[in-house]
């Protein structure tokens, strides 16, 4: 017997000639098949798992369709997506986290190989070292052969000799034949790995194309003919590794946003335990946990402010690049930038349930939409391997049967037509607009949770807003008037006790110093405490406030009364958004019918409604009667945005084309829109509108690009008018062009 791992001669009954083999055949199997990968699995709130890696070897949409059919085919598969942009797989299963195992070995046994997610940079620098070798390689050979193809192709085997002419054959089969081994690494360990699983992939016909190339060069210098290519085969190489390198360098521009949230979330925290600091992996951060953060360094986890002032940058959350007070007591997230001084953080959530970790995730879904396009590129895809290989196989049996060309010359047409059909283009059509789409919107605070958002979003013509929290900020504050110090004293020493929206607002107005008050809290109607034997009360107008005074305006109020004395009536407005009438008027521009839907007072909405400058409102409905409405708009045709909080809006939110929701940072996880927005502006709401234009209209021209390239590549390799050089740029130049069009959408619109 022989040792699984070197070959050399084993002792009868042994799979290794020693123990150093059998480890190292250990350590290669693991990595090869993916041991150990489930541990990096998320478990999902509705049971089984989901487990997302980095995959190398994906250049075609038909490598997409090959992985995802292989783990859908697998049992307990609920999910299975890979992402060509970002390089990533995407899987959920029900039963056992070590299932996940499996799942990557069949991956790898496809011939794909598999890291996590913080080795990805360091997957993607060494692919790309590698192609630069392979170039660098294959371009030096071809310099040389054409050195010597000057010779061969100036003059004909009389004047040269014949003997000579061999020569220079052979010297070209010299440089080319280990050349080809070498640069076409890449091509042939890819189509080599999914042959032996029964599959095939865009490596296969290309690998065909240069094996054939050489084979046909290396029979016709042993029978010296004038049909060798060795020169043509190693060209090839070079056009395919210097297009496949300019796509990867693309693809890794589209997915750097994604790359840095992940850096993020890597490296080591300062935790302060039992008296003494000590560095911990960010990723083993857990609730309860003491974190130090020095002044420059991101917040490592979720939590609140123990001790320290400072200001931080959370740009990454809101979109807001000015930074903000930071005191103790404060929420913080993950990845958020501390500015000025050193900090304490108590972590609030584990590192895979903070914030930053739900970014990633939401991300991920809006880069692996499964949506009309999507569907129709994958598709796609699955015709391109029948239809490619008999294309090649008809052009050789056309041009040598029909056409009486010589078996040479039908075999590189053929070669020519395995090369520049390619579904490459129509692959990227989408998944790259997408990468790039989620990526810009995130940078300004806004997250998509649903795949086929901003396919749905380029289709609304109306837009109906919820008013609490929506339009207004969902905060009352208290309207500024000439009240009495002593009185707000009193009043907001009462507030200060309850967590009532009215209350908070009237005791965050005063920045006095409170009274000590015994208060009782009673549902309904108030606060009440005694003070120098005076009852005091702070409540409804029906409560303690004079009934006998009139209604001037529609804001909500607040009384004060002491003994039988009303002593102030205090207001409050939930304003506007700073920029809700601007962007009304902006949609109303674009010819998009506005409507307000609140479940609010008509007094109220009528009111807003007015600031606003929307003309049709409708109040006091409640949440059924909102989605029976927006229902009733949908049967009438309508592709109805609804814009609600996301919370208390679920149903109508659920009913709409798509759905928005201004949130805070909090509420991500818990919001049921398809897309959520940050901060204080309504802006992100036009914002989303044009970006989700702007997109669709890309990925029909990348899709008109890359249909229109194969009408006019195919018919013409066929008819014999373009050589395998040719049609090597060309392949490359098709996917260079649909992505170098989706980095349209970073250009800034004028006007």
């Not at 989901?50 to 949409?61: D, F, K, P, Q, R």
């Not at 993607?124 to 192709?153: K, P």
């Not at 900020?473 to 009462?494: F, K, Q, V």
């Not at 798509?658 to 818990?670: C, E, L």
Request: proline share 3%; with cysteine.
């Amino acid at each position: 017997m022989t040792c699984l791992h070197c070959g050399e001669k084993t002792a009868p009954g042994q799979d290794f000639c020693c123990p150093g083999c059998e480890a190292a055949h250990a350590a290669a199997a693991s990595v090869t098949k993916g041991s150990g990968f489930s541990r990096l699995a998320n478990e999902m709130d509705e049971g089984g798992f989901n487990l997302t890696l980095g995959v190398e070897g994906i250049h075609c949409a038909a490598c997409i369709r090959l992985i995802e059919n292989a783990l859908g085919s697998e049992d307990g598969v609920t999910h299975a997506r890979v992402n060509m942009s970002t390089n990533r797989v995407n899987m959920s299963w029900t039963g056992a986290r070590e299932y996940g195992d499996h799942l990557a070995t069949v991956v790898s046994n496809l011939g794909y190989r598999l890291h996590p997610l913080d080795k990805a940079a360091d997957a993607v620098d060494e692919e790309t070292r590698s192609l630069l070798r392979a170039i660098a390689v294959a371009g030096f050979a071809a310099g040389n052969m054409m050195l010597i193809s000057v010779g061969l192709w100036s003059t004909d085997s009389e004047t040269m000799g014949m003997a000579t002419r061999d020569l220079f054959h052979w010297l070209s089969a010299l440089i080319a034949l280990p050349t080809v081994l070498y640069a076409g690494q890449p091509f042939f360990r890819s189509a080599i790995a999914v042959l032996r699983q029964g599959h095939t992939n865009m490596d296969v016909p290309i690998s065909i194309a240069v094996t054939l190339a050489c084979a046909m060069s290396l029979f016709e210098a042993f029978r010296h003919g004038e049909h060798v290519y060795f020169d043509s085969a190693v060209m090839l190489l070079f056009f395919l590794l210097i297009g496949r390198y300019l796509d990867a360098r693309a693809k890794g521009k589209a997915r750097e946003t994604a790359t840095d949230l992940l850096s993020r979330l890597s490296g080591m925290a300062t935790v302060f335990e039992d008296g003494q600091a000590q560095q911990v992996p960010i990723k083993e951060l857990k609730a309860g946990m003491l974190v130090l953060v020095a002044a420059g360094e991101n917040i490592p986890a979720d939590g609140t402010v123990e001790k320290g002032r400072s200001e931080v940058d959370r740009s990454l959350i809101t979109g807001e690049t000015l930074p903000e007070k930071l005191e103790a007591g404060q929420e913080v997230f993950a990845g958020t930038l501390n500015l000025s001084a050193p900090i304490q953080v108590r972590v609030s959530k584990a590192t895979e349930k903070s914030l930053l970790s739900e970014i990633v995730r939401l991300m991920e879904v809006s880069e692996q939409a499964n949506a009309r396009y999507v569907r129709l590129a994958d598709k796609a895809a699955s015709l391109y391997t029948p239809v490619v290989h008999a294309m090649g196989a008809l052009t050789f049996i056309g041009w040598w049967l029909f056409m009486q060309a010589p078996w040479q010359v039908s075999l590189l047409h053929a070669v020519t037509v395995l090369i520049i059909t390619c579904p490459c283009a129509l692959g990227l059509a989408v998944p790259v607009v997408q990468v790039l789409a989620s990526s810009r919107l995130m940078k300004t605070g806004i997250l998509l949770k649903s795949g086929d958002a901003l396919e749905k979003l380029a289709e609304v013509n109306t837009v109906i807003f919820d008013k609490t929290g929506t339009l207004t900020i969902g905060h009352p504050e208290l309207i500024a008037d000439d009240y009495s110090n002593a009185d707000m004293r009193l009043a907001a020493s009462l507030a200060a006790h309850s967590r009532h929206p009215l209350a908070r607002a009237l005791s965050a107005a005063y920045d006095g110093e409170l009274m000590e008050l015994e208060v009782t809290e009673h549902p309904g109607r108030g606060l009440s405490a005694e003070i120098e034997g005076w009852e005091m009360r702070l409540g409804s107008r029906a409560w303690c406030g004079d009934q006998t005074a009139a209604q001037q305006d529609n804001a909500l109020e607040l009384w004060l009364q002491v003994g039988d004395d009303v002593r102030a009536r205090y207001a409050f407005s939930d304003r506007l958004r700073s920029d809700a009438a601007d962007v009304i008027a902006e949609l109303k521009r674009r010819h998009i019918d506005v409507r307000l839907l609140s479940g609010d007072r008509t007094a109220v909405v009528s009111d807003v409604s007015k600031q606003a400058g929307i003309t049709s409102y409708k109040a006091e409905v409640s949440p059924v009667e909102k989605r029976d409405y927006l229902e009733a708009l949908a049967r009438e045709g309508a592709k109805v945005l609804m814009v609600g909080d996301g919370l208390n809006d679920a149903p109508a939110l659920a009913a709409a084309h798509v759905s928005m929701s201004p949130s805070s940072a909090i509420d991500i996880t818990q919001n049921t829109a398809d897309i959520v927005f940050q901060g204080e502006a309504l802006m992100p709401v036009v914002q989303a509108i044009d970006v989700a234009h702007r997109s669709t209209r890309l990925v029909r021209q990348n899709f008109g690009l890359a249909i229109l390239y194969n009408i006019i590549a195919i018919p013409v390799a066929v008819l014999g008018y373009v050589t395998p050089l040719v049609a090597a740029a060309a392949m490359s130049g098709s996917s260079l062009v649909v992505i170098m069009n989706a980095f349209r959408l970073n250009l800034k619109r004028r006007g």
